[in-house]
């Protein structure tokens, strides 16, 4: 059986057809990527008009800060619990509409939406509702179970305040594919299982979980690479990396140090510091992690 393959007859149109996704990876990925190396081996003022090669003295300075450190420390605390909520409460809520036949559809439709909220859209929202003053919760909290909610004074609020409102808002993105994986697992399988005895957990457990890993490891990829770049809008609009530096992840810390603190040289530094940590955490996932994957 012969293979059908598409044949060009004008040997410059694959690479015309390439050329918009190549120029766009080009001009907003690598030239950017390689000016962020280029100004992280610099000193520069305020207005980028007068740099100093410095080497790798902005590297050398950023592992010797204890700010720096506390960020990684941060951020690392930050990231596993915003995965771990984000990809738990979509299984459960996935789980929970494959079980629905007539609701179902509905059901999915109003999981979705909050997909469409923009990340500081939804950082603000759930600052108002943990405001200490207007909010609804600390009043909850205060009057049910007798807790003084305070995110602007207490570290730990305040990074629940942020672990919830990143995880809120991927949550609608896991449970889309959650639920197509749900779906393409055979029911012949767990009907099996259930006739021989097996109960709900045990089906989830040796069945339906194994079979989703494929799922499950390409959410795992995209949720920290989420929680690591695109989380900067919910704590620019919920805590700005306070109170004492509690929330101020890497990404954020980037911010301040090039745009508020104008340091070129040291915001450069931790952006490639940053790239270089997502690019190895994603190669040991897909070397070691994927092994336990069932396809």
């Given at each position: ?86 990809l ?12 629905m ?13 909050p ?16 405001n ?122 980037v ?28 190669v ?12």
């Amino acid at each position: 059986m012969q293979t059908k393959r598409t044949i060009f007859g004008n040997k410059g149109l694959p690479y015309l057809l390439l050329a918009p996704q190549l120029i766009i990876t080009g001009i907003f990925f690598l030239w950017p990527a390689a000016q962020a190396v280029r100004q992280s081996f610099l000193r520069e003022d305020a207005f980028g008009l007068n740099f100093t090669f410095v080497g790798w003295r902005n590297y050398e300075r950023l592992l010797d800060s204890p700010e720096y450190l506390n960020a990684i420390k941060v951020t690392v605390i930050f990231s596993i619990s915003t995965v771990i909520l984000a990809l738990g409460v979509s299984l459960v809520l996935a789980l929970a509409v494959d079980r629905m036949i007539r609701s179902g559809r509905a059901y999915t439709t109003l999981l979705v939406w909050p997909y469409a909220v923009a990340p500081a859209v939804a950082g603000i929202l759930w600052w108002f509702i943990f405001n200490p003053t207007i909010g609804i919760m600390p009043y909850v909290l205060e009057n049910w179970f007798g807790y003084d909610w305070n995110h602007l004074l207490t570290p730990s609020d305040a990074m629940i305040l942020v672990v919830v409102a990143a995880a809120w808002k991927q949550i609608s993105y896991n449970f889309l594919f959650f639920v197509a994986g749900l779906q393409s697992i055979p029911n012949s399988l767990r009907e099996a299982a259930a006739i021989d005895g097996a109960g709900p957990f045990k089906r989830f457990w040796t069945i339906t979980l194994p079979l989703l890993s494929p799922t499950t490891f390409f959410l795992l990829v995209v949720n920290i690479v989420y929680t690591l770049f695109e989380t900067f809008a919910v704590i620019d609009a919920t805590t700005e990396g306070g109170p004492a530096q509690a929330t101020n992840i890497l990404v954020y810390k980037v911010f301040r140090d090039g745009f508020v603190g104008l340091n070129f040289g040291s915001s450069a530094a931790q952006s490639v510091i940053l790239m270089g940590l997502v690019i190895v955490l994603t190669v040991i996932q897909f070397r070691f992690v994927e092994r336990r994957v069932t396809y």
